[in-house]
């Protein structure tokens, strides 16, 4: 199989690469959901503009024109509050809504990853992931903010995510004491996934992921167990790769297409997942992150090893490589995430 060709394969040195720190912003749930986004939004004007330019200039004028179907019928294809939200970011910076869904729909369609399971000597788990974006990575990493939701009315409730701004939906979101969540896409042999995606949104009213995921995390009620069954039975409108760990007692893999889940995996000790089926031949980021941590004893698998060797060893780290995020639900922990800016020196 033809893997996707994430680095040209220059002399590693000639790299450098400088973690930065992620900006942060609180989002409360408690207010009304077409304000949520409003004090937000205004701090990344000029690359969600220069984003959305992009996304036109280079996605098939065909998905954009279903895009604008989905929002002209927002209300039939999105569920409230989120599609207030939608409204609230699109009232924010002033551009039209159908923008705002295609916004939705390429962050959560186009994220080429690599996410990993680890247990430690002490059997916590930890839940590590670089994210890789295939388009404008430069402009993804002026994007991308540390959300903290949380309920004014509810001190004892509150997530985190690694947010791109202009979405409203979670692909690295952990719940401390609860669970964490990493979502990889899944690349699969169909050249027309992208409309056939847009196509399910229309006709058979699926759920994308960024209402799914919210979903999730927003309902107090929700355990590991239930976001387990979620994941593996939910319909989607795109096959993808959940990595999710209550940080304590398990973790697991689930491999989607869009009606069941195939060949779920449970964690020993490490998991690694990229973008290709466990099940088949390593591609080069998997086969990379699981020769070192098959190489550390246990007192290495610390949250700082994982960071500073696994997720900064090119090719896991790549010139695509949007942010590294280390998750710790089970330590009660924030999310440890920084920028990472790889180029040629
Ligand atoms: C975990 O261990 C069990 C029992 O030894 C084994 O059957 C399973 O394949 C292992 N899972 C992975 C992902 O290695
Ligand atoms: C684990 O490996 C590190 C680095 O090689 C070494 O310093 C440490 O002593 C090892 N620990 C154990 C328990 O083997
Ligand atoms: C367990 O090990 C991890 C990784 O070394 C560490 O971050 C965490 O603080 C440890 N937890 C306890 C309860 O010792």
Request: hydrophobic letters at 40%; charged letters at 20%.
């Amino acid at each position: 199989m033809i893997f996707i060709s994430l680095i040209v394969s220059f002399i590693p040195f000639v790299y450098a690469d400088i973690p930065l720190d992620i900006p942060k912003f609180s989002i409360d749930l408690d207010r009304q959901p077409i304000d949520r986004w409003s004090d937000i939004i205004p701090n990344f004007v000029q690359p969600m503009n220069e984003f959305n330019d992009a996304i036109r200039a280079q996605i098939p004028k065909a998905y954009i024109d279903v895009a604008e179907i989905v929002a002209s019928r927002l209300d039939q294809h999105i569920p409230q509050p989120y599609h207030d939200e939608i409204y609230s970011i699109a009232q924010a910076i002033s551009m039209p809504v159908a923008d705002i869904v295609l916004i939705n729909l390429v962050y959560e369609l186009r994220t080429f990853c690599t996410s990993l399971l680890v247990r430690t000597s002490n059997g916590t788990i930890i839940h590590g992931r670089n994210l890789d974006f295939d388009l404008n990575t430069d402009l993804l990493r002026r994007l991308t903010f540390q959300g903290n939701f949380y309920r004014q009315s509810d001190p004892t409730f509150t997530y985190e995510s690694i947010h791109f701004a202009g979405s409203i939906g979670l692909l690295t979101s952990s719940r401390s004491g609860y669970f964490s969540l990493s979502i990889n896409q899944r690349v699969i042999d169909d050249k027309d996934w992208w409309m056939n995606a847009l196509m399910l949104i229309l006709h058979f009213h699926s759920l994308p992921l960024f209402i799914i995921t919210r979903s999730i995390f927003d309902n107090p009620l929700m355990s590991y167990q239930d976001l387990k069954d979620t994941l593996q039975y939910q319909h989607l409108i795109a096959p993808v790769y959940f990595i999710i760990t209550n940080g304590r007692t398990s973790g697991m893999i689930i491999t989607r297409n869009r009606l069941n889940s195939i060949h779920p995996i449970e964690l020993n000790s490490t998991l690694v997942q990229t973008n290709y089926d466990h099940w088949l031949e390593r591609d080069p980021r998997r086969a990379t992150a699981e020769d070192i941590l098959g190489s550390f004893n246990s007192t290495q698998m610390t949250s700082k090893n994982i960071f500073d060797i696994v997720l900064s060893v090119i090719p896991v780290l790549n010139r695509l490589t949007v942010y590294t995020a280390i998750m710790n639900p089970g330590e009660k922990q924030d999310i440890f995430a920084k920028i990472r800016t790889l180029k040629p020196r």
